[in-house]
């Protein structure tokens, strides 16, 4: 399944950069993850607890962060494994520092398998559409947060 798409943030690149690519702010502002370590260089262990329609569970996962062009844009590889199936994906994540406010566009493809697939694409789809706004929604406050904290 193909996803791509674009934010619009509020933020000056670099400080978009600087929050994207933070594996402590990426985990604690993406939907269902619970935990996200850090078990090498770029390489992250997380725990994310998943929900699409009546199907839910808990996925134990690997995370790969390469930067491909720093300042520019990078790609995120997960894996992961779960009693309702897994779930394997690539994205590229990539900002458009000429944009005002900056635009971060993604593009990727994950497979989806086991029990979570009965659901259907385009539940599949909608959920993955979702997660991901509610993860820019969160990293936006995150560094609306941050910016506050920088001025007090």
Not at 17 to 24: E, K, S
Not at 76 to 96: M, N
Request: charged fraction near 20%; charge should be neutral.
């Amino acid at each position: 399944m193909k996803i791509d798409g674009s934010y619009s943030m509020p933020f000056p690149a670099e400080q978009v950069w600087q929050c994207l690519t933070d594996a402590q702010k990426i985990g604690k502002c993406l939907p269902g993850c619970e935990t996200m370590e850090s078990i090498g260089t770029d390489l992250y262990e997380a725990t994310l607890k998943m929900g699409i329609g009546a199907i839910k569970g808990t996925f134990s996962s690997h995370i790969r962060m390469e930067i491909l062009d720093p300042g520019q844009r990078y790609k995120l590889s997960v894996e992961g494994k779960g009693a309702i199936g897994f779930l394997k994906g690539e994205g590229v994540i990539s900002l458009d520092h000429f944009a005002q406010p900056t635009r971060v566009e993604y593009q990727g493809d994950v497979q989806i398998g086991g029990l979570i697939a009965s659901v259907g694409q385009r539940m599949i789809q909608g959920f993955a559409k979702q997660t991901i706004s509610q993860f820019f929604a969160a990293i936006v406050k995150e560094m609306e947060a941050d910016s506050r904290r920088q001025v007090g």
